[in-house]
């Protein structure tokens, strides 16, 4: 069992940055592999970015590509997301997940444990 709280949320302008980030607690957080998903309103919560479940390789949305980073720093138990040139389609509830199995990186239902969300408005 992991718990997972996110923050670093907030109400950006267009072309600002930020980072999120995603604290775990509970069980060995290395073994975990750790996304973000994110749900604009209205909208079906979708994939923004992952680690394989070795933490070698990243995986990013076509739509969030070269503007956010996923990175994890296993000695604080912490993962983030970086995120530049924000525009007002990254409006969102974000989402921290993990799983420790092996399943499809991109796909919701591969997640076993999330976090509250954490919300992010870009204004234009």
């Known amino acids: 069992q992991v718990q997972l709280v996110e923050s670093g949320g907030g109400l950006v302008q267009a072309g600002s940055s930020l980072r999120l980030s995603c604290e775990a607690s509970?069980?060995?957080?290395?073994?975990?592999?750790m996304g973000w998903f994110r749900q604009a309103p209205g909208k079906e919560r979708e994939f923004v970015a992952a680690?394989?479940?070795?933490?070698?390789?990243?995986y990013y949305a076509d739509s969030v590509k070269g503007r956010f980073t996923i990175s994890r720093d296993n000695a604080k138990n912490t993962v983030y997301l970086q995120m530049n040139s924000l525009k007002p389609e990254d409006t969102a509830t974000y989402y921290c997940a993990a799983r420790d199995r092996p399943a499809t990186y991109y796909l919701i239902q591969s997640f076993d444990y999330w976090g509250q969300g954490t919300q992010v408005t870009v204004s234009s």
């Open positions: 509970g069980r060995t957080f290395s073994s975990y592999a």
């Open positions: 680690f394989s479940r070795s933490s070698s390789t990243t």
